[in-house]
């Protein structure tokens, strides 16, 4: 919302084109929540919906655009404001009395899932968590990332999860399901992947397929890679690595990449085991190295009441 680079296109090309406004927004998505509300925040684009009974869901928005038009650009972090957070407390006392399942859904994650989570975890998250748990939530859900990853914290001795779900047009496609037991509070979820390669050999043969098959696997291949390949040639200087030692390391980045999506560990191939002997101050290092630790990202289930 109010972005001052929106862009619409036609064909190939793309213009600049008027911002959506909060107010415009609301109008578009009028009928993917904001008609079932039944509650809005007085402080935000956010709102209550309520499924059933007892099960209740707080749209909360994290995104930051009021200054986008000083700053020239739209804003990638998130926040929320003082009023939302006291909104929070409200809902969630209301929750607590119809004795009903309270769960935040927001763009930001409320926790940090990866090395690399600036601008992804929400700002002030110690403070958003502690008001999430205050309401006595025990889940919140979140994206941004676009990697599948589920993440666990303590506050004041409460437990509170953050699954982040995979982004559908990325990596395993993954689609998440949530399953709520009002009779004992629990749940549990499921990242399920989307065989979207056996809907084009349907649709369009195996021709059609493998081409599918080799861009879907190239494009995260690709940004890891690269990135390891910039970053790495940057400071080349100091680390005076050879053109096929950079390269071997940035095959394992692109490895990397690709688990970090998947959410699943990465193969401790050659080319991981170069990044482990690498310098522990070496760029990326951190992050390669962290996926193969990687497990418990596709399952989850717990108490959320």
């Not at 998947?262 to 962290?290: C, E, H, Y």
Request: no cysteine; hydrophobic share 35%.
């Amino acid at each position: 919302m109010n972005n001052p680079i929106a862009r619409r296109f036609k064909g190939n090309h793309q213009y600049s084109t008027e911002a959506t406004s909060p107010t415009q927004f609301k109008k578009i998505y009028r009928q993917a929540g904001y008609s079932q509300a039944s509650e809005n925040d007085p402080s935000s684009l956010g709102y209550l919906v309520k499924p059933s009974k007892h099960t209740w869901f707080l749209m909360l928005n994290s995104a930051i655009y009021k200054s986008n038009y000083q700053q020239g650009n739209s804003t990638v972090g998130g926040g929320l404001t003082d009023g939302t957070l006291q909104w929070i407390a409200k809902v969630g006392k209301q929750a607590k009395q119809a004795h009903a399942t309270l769960i935040p859904v927001l763009h930001h994650n409320t926790m940090d899932h990866t090395v690399i989570h600036q601008d992804y975890t929400i700002g002030y998250a110690e403070d958003v968590r502690k008001a999430l748990t205050n309401a006595g939530i025990k889940l919140s859900l979140s994206g941004h990332i676009h990697a599948q990853s589920i993440k666990s914290t303590k506050v004041a001795g409460q437990s509170l999860t953050d699954i982040a779900s995979g982004a559908l047009i990325l990596g395993s496609h993954y689609y998440g399901t949530l399953k709520i037991n009002q009779a004992n509070g629990t749940a549990t979820y499921r990242a399920t992947p989307l065989n979207v390669s056996a809907y084009i050999k349907q649709q369009q043969g195996v021709t059609a397929m493998r081409a599918y098959q080799k861009y879907d696997h190239d494009v995260l291949y690709a940004a890891g890679y690269n990135a390891a390949l910039s970053q790495l040639y940057e400071d080349r200087d100091e680390t005076k690595l050879s053109t096929a030692k950079v390269n071997q390391l940035a095959r394992g980045m692109a490895a990397a990449n690709i688990a970090l999506f998947r959410g699943t560990s990465v193969t401790n191939s050659t080319a991981i085991k170069a990044w482990q002997q690498m310098p522990q101050d070496t760029s990326l290092r951190g992050f390669v190295l962290a996926t193969q630790k990687l497990h418990g990202n596709v399952t989850w289930s717990g108490k959320v009441r």
